[in-house]
């Protein structure tokens, strides 16, 4: 049964955050809610609207559920999910690319939409880039491996450029994220030199490739983007598109729809 909440009565719907996928998620997308109200005028605590979150740092890690390597991860996103259904949110965010690899699954599940997070990024360098085509991509072997980002940005008429899953970047990639020392996952706040660098220099890569702008295609590159002063590249930030869509969505300026997986 759904919690009553007191809002504003101008908001229209309510998201609910599926977070902790890796911890630091969705607080960054959270930041993100905030600094994007403020430019459109938030001045004060009632200004904000209403959100819902679940920290679901119990679900499994999604590229090894994805790879057949872990366990499944659908049950979990599943829980956590129906959690703020019943809570009273009227759409999802899931500030975790990998676990749109089980979209389809995990939204047949549920009655409230999931905002698709490629999706809507597509659209955006479509309509904000219109005159970029070649798109560069860094993401986690298991979004890189279910294609998460390549065949949503085809989809739009972008061509994607990212590593292939064994290439000696995808791996530098992954340990900027997953290394046990200098990974953003384990230095959380505090992004390591080291990861960084590699980020940048796969950047670099990228751009002498022909890409045009890079999108940070896992939430622990949002974090680590954001905390750059410069890239060899433009980047697109998922978090702060769907940010965007998020209060379009919870102060009426849209109405709900239900993306789905490319």
Known sequence: MAVPLLCQDRQAAIPGILGGLGPMAHVQFEQRLIQRNVVRGAKGDQDHPVWLLVNGTPIPNRTDSLQGTGPDCIPGLVRYAQLLERAGANFLV?????????????????????????ACTSDYICQVHPTVRRVGVLATDGTVQCGLYSRSLAQAGLTPMGFEL?????????????????????????????????????????????????????????????????????????????????????????????WHAA
Not at 215 to 234: H, R, Y
């Open 94 to 118: 899931v500030t975790c690319n990998t676990a749109h690899g089980v979209y389809d699954q995990v939204q047949a599940q549920l009655n409230i939409p999931w905002i698709h997070l490629m």
């Open 166 to 258: 064994t290439s000696p970047w995808q791996d530098l990639v992954m340990q900027s994220i997953y290394h046990s020392d200098w990974g953003i996952k384990t230095t959380g706040t505090q992004v390591s030199t080291k990861a960084l660098t590699v980020l940048e220099q796969a950047t670099n890569w990228l751009k002498t490739q022909g890409a045009e702008v890079v999108i940070a295609g896992c939430t622990e590159l949002s974090v680590a983007f954001a905390q750059m002063p410069s890239l060899p590249l433009p980047w697109i930030d998922p978090l702060e598109v769907v940010a965007d869509i998020t209060l379009d969505l919870a102060w009426g300026h849209r109405s709900l729809p239900l």
